[in-house]
C-alpha cells in the first residue's frame, strides 16, 4: 500500500506527462491511501482546468466518474485530533501549504511507528522533500 496526493492522482484523471508513469504506479498498487481532502483538492484542480479552456464540459465529468471510481476503492483517512496534531507540528518544521500539511500528517498518521515502511507518491517537489525528512519513502 503506498499513500497517494493529489498531485500524483490527477495524471490519472487527465492527460499530462506523467500519466503513463503515474498509471504503472497505480497498477503496481494492491491498495492506495489517501486524505479525507483529496476530492475536494482534485475537484477544485479539475474545475480550474475546465475553466481555463484545458477541458472540455466531457473531459470535466470523465475525469470526475474515474476519480470517484478511485476513491470507492481507496482507503482514506479521516480527519482524527491526532492527524490536526501532526499537521500542527509539520507547519512549524517545514515550509508547508496548510492542505499539504494535513496529507503528510495523514500519511505520517497512517504509518505510525513505521514511517520508513510507507511510501508517499507525490509529483509535489516540496511535499516530496517534507515527506523525506519525515522518514518516508517517496515515489518518484
Do not use: Y
Request: hydrophobic share 45%; with cysteine; charged share 30%.
Amino acid at each position: 500500500m503506498k499513500f497517494w496526493d493529489s498531485s500524483a492522482l490527477l495524471p490519472l484523471l487527465v492527460k499530462e506527462a506523467t500519466s503513463a508513469s503515474m498509471q504503472n504506479c497505480f497498477e503496481e498498487d494492491d491498495e492506495i491511501a489517501i486524505w479525507w481532502g483529496i476530492e475536494t483538492e482534485c475537484l477544485s484542480a479539475l474545475a480550474r482546468r475546465e475553466r481555463e479552456g484545458m477541458l472540455t464540459a466531457a473531459q470535466q465529468s470523465e475525469a470526475e466518474k474515474r476519480l470517484k471510481e478511485i476513491l470507492e476503492t481507496a482507503i482514506e483517512i479521516n480527519p482524527f485530533s491526532e492527524i490536526k496534531k501532526i499537521a500542527r507540528r509539520l507547519l512549524r518544521m517545514h515550509p508547508l501549504r496548510a492542505a499539504d500539511s494535513l496529507q503528510l500528517a495523514a500519511a505520517i498518521f497512517l504509518a505510525g511507528e513505521n514511517v520508513s515502511e510507507l511510501t508517499m507518491v507525490t509529483l509535489d517537489d516540496r511535499l516530496r522533500l517534507c515527506a523525506q525528512r519525515e522518514g518516508l519513502a517517496t515515489i518518484p
